[in-house]
Every structure is written in structure tokens, then in C-alpha cells.
């Protein structure tokens, strides 16, 4: 069996694109890191994800793929941030509000690569209208972040013909500078060559989320009613026990929510690994 290729160098446009823009908090907009960066380039300069790729909040991706490729000449980028509306071509604003993407561009594009700005069900379900609007009708691939936990929220939201084969990679993302209050995994919905760098383990990531990534989540998800949504004032833990969908939230909010949800999978992991531990003694 062929093993993963070694990752190279960061490109020349991704460590510039890294230097010269901030991320901004107001907008939970947060970059990966330069090995993440270089992982899904790869991934995508390969060519196994066609030419025509959607970048859906996903700037930090675009901006780091070989500027005079046919890829990123092909590519769009669609982005709630208008700071590139004047310097990019290629650039359309999205707000996922709305679910769609411009009617010109429709059922255009081979891949979709998605990291909305939350983790929420009811944001998944309009990014998933977005790239269902977005993607050639047949065929069309996913590279999708978000926590393991909604692996079959991304079944359900995406349907069978986009979702059938959906599998998290072994491969696990990592920022930039920000530490998030969770781990993301990553998810694609097509076959991996046997050399793709997302086969491999991302050393930036601390050996025990292995295990979590590993994990079999469970095959049905938690169905949450519209109405129901943290309430201001809740602590920590009462927050952790509240079902929500992010629709009223605010930033701060919904932070201190996954912050509790956090806590509660570091301690499930910590049980589970504990458990396992004592049974080999």
C-alpha cells in the first residue's frame, strides 16, 4: 500500500496571505495553519477535485493556492468578509443567510470546501443549500470542517446523493495563531489517492485526539426544535445541557456554549481512555 506523500513547503502565497491579513474575531474568522494550508492545496492542486473549486468561507484556502494555476483562475471565492471585493476577480460576497449562491454560477463548480463560521445544525442546512446551488449536479465533491460530533448532521443535511460516502480523514486541521474551544476534523465525500496527504496524521495535533477522531460517532443525531436556543445569564454548565440551533445566539454566547460542550468530550475522552487503561492492567 502506497504511503501518504510528504507535505512540502509553504507556498510563497500562503505564508504571505498569512502575514499580511489578520484574522478577525468579530467575524469568527480564523486561518489554518500552514501545514493545513499545504495539505488541501495539495489536495486540491492534484487535480482529483476538478478545476472549478467553491471556496464558501474559506479565504485562507483560496488565497493559498498557486496564483497563476488554472485552479485558482477557475475558482471563486464567497465570503461574508468585502475586503477582497476590489482586489479579487474572483471574489463574491456570501452572506449563508441567504443559502445560494448567484444564479449565473450555479451547478458550476466540481468542489465545494466549506468552514462555516459556526458549528450550529441550522448553518450547516444553509451552507449545504449553498453547495447543492453551487455543485455540477452529478459527481460534485465536498471537503467540509467541523467537529467529529456532526458527522451524521452532515449525512442528514447534505442527503444521500452528496453525503453517501462522507468519512472523516485521518488527516485532523489546525489554526494558525487562534486556539479554538473545540478540534476540528475533516470530511470529504470521495475516495482518497492512497498518497494523499489527508491519509496522513497532522503532527501539529496532540496524539490523544487520535483517538477521538478514530471514534465511531453515532448514527443518529439529536433533532433540535427552532425555538429552543441558550438564554443569556446561564452558566457554563447549565449551558452545556441546553439544546440549541445558533440562530439567536450571539458570538459570545455561542462561544461559551461550545466552551462547555468542550469540556464535557475532554472528560468523556478521559473517561473512556481511563477505562481503557485500567482493563490492560
Known amino acids: 500500500m502506497a504511503r501518504a506523500a510528504a507535505a512540502p513547503p509553504a507556498s510563497v502565497f500562503m505564508v504571505m496571505f498569512l502575514f499580511e491579513t489578520p484574522e478577525n474575531a468579530s467575524l469568527n474568522q480564523y486561518w489554518y495553519s500552514e501545514a493545513t494550508l499545504t495539505a488541501l492545496v495539495c489536495e486540491l492542486e492534484s487535480g482529483v477535485c476538478g478545476k472549478r ?127 479554538l474551544p473545540y478540534q476540528y476534523s475533516l470530511f470529504v465525500n470521495y475516495k482518497l489517492a492512497s498518497n494523499s496527504i489527508l491519509n496522513s496524521w497532522n503532527t501539529e495535533i496532540p496524539d490523544d485526539f487520535k483517538f477521538l477522531n478514530n471514534r465511531k460517532m453515532p448514527d443518529e443525531e439529536i433533532e433540535y426544535s427552532d425555538n429552543e436556543c441558550l438564554q443569556p445569564h446561564i452558566s457554563l454548565q447549565e449551558s452545556a445541557d441546553i439544546p440549541i440551533t445558533g440562530t439567536t445566539l450571539s458570538f459570545d454566547e455561542l462561544l461559551a456554549r461550545e466552551l462547555a460542550q468542550e469540556n464535557k468530550r475532554i472528560q468523556s475522552v478521559e473517561e473512556l481512555v481511563g477505562g481503557q487503561q485500567n482493563r490492560k492492567r
Open 53 to 179: 473549486i467553491a471556496f464558501l468561507s474559506t479565504p485562507s484556502v483560496y488565497f493559498s493556492l498557486t496564483k497563476d494555476s488554472d485552479i485558482r483562475r477557475e475558482s471563486f471565492l464567497f465570503d461574508l468578509d468585502e475586503q477582497w471585493s476590489t482586489s479579487v476577480a474572483n471574489f463574491r460576497k456570501f452572506d449563508f443567510n441567504d443559502g445560494a449562491i448567484e444564479s449565473s454560477m450555479r451547478h458550476s463548480f466540481d468542489c465545494c470546501v466549506i468552514d462555516p463560521p459556526f458549528i450550529t445544525k441550522d448553518v450547516w442546512q444553509r451552507y449545504a443549500m449553498a453547495a447543492r446551488t453551487a455543485l455540477v449536479r452529478k459527481g460534485g465533491k465536498l471537503i467540509l470542517t467541523t467537529v467529529a460530533e456532526n458527522e451524521a448532521m452532515l449525512c442528514s443535511v447534505f442527503g444521500t446523493d452528496l453525503a453517501a460516502n462522507l468519512r472523516r480523514t485521518e488527516f485532523m486541521p489546525a489554526m494558525h495563531r487562534s486556539v
